[in-house]
């Protein structure tokens, strides 16, 4: 069985960091697309970063410059490196696995940034 699990979210002030951690079980992350998505209260959830089997990586405009998405194949676990977070930055955060499509989804991890 596949399982996703993300950690490392928490309150930080506006210009601060956080480390997002999406640890895997069943699954190895390298062969497949490790997507990072968030979904603000009253927002419909939107693509942050991912990367691929290839370790290309992909990011929101939202969020290039900002945002680094790396993987540690060791530890099987992808991470997602914010930084000058901004207030709407604020959302829960899922990590996601697939190939075409993400067919294996984390439960999420709070982030709030406050101004």
């Known amino acids: 069985q596949v399982q996703l699990v993300e950690s490392g979210g928490g309150l930080v002030q506006a210009g601060g960091s956080l480390r997002l951690s999406c640890a895997a079980s069943?699954?190895?992350?390298?062969?497949?697309?490790t997507g990072w998505f968030r979904q603000a209260p009253g927002k419909e959830r939107e693509f942050v970063a991912a990367?691929?089997?290839?370790?290309?990586?992909y990011y929101a405009d939202s969020v290039k410059g900002r945002f680094t998405i790396t993987r540690d194949n060791a530890k099987n676990t992808v991470y997602l490196q914010m930084n000058s977070l901004k207030p709407e930055d604020t959302a829960v955060y899922s990590c996601?696995?697939?190939?075409?499509?993400?067919?294996?989804w984390g439960q999420g991890t709070q982030v709030t940034v406050s101004s």
């Open positions: 069943g699954r190895t992350l390298s062969s497949y697309t």
């Open positions: 996601a696995s697939g190939t075409l499509t993400y067919d294996y």
């Open positions: 990367i691929n089997w290839r370790d290309n990586t």
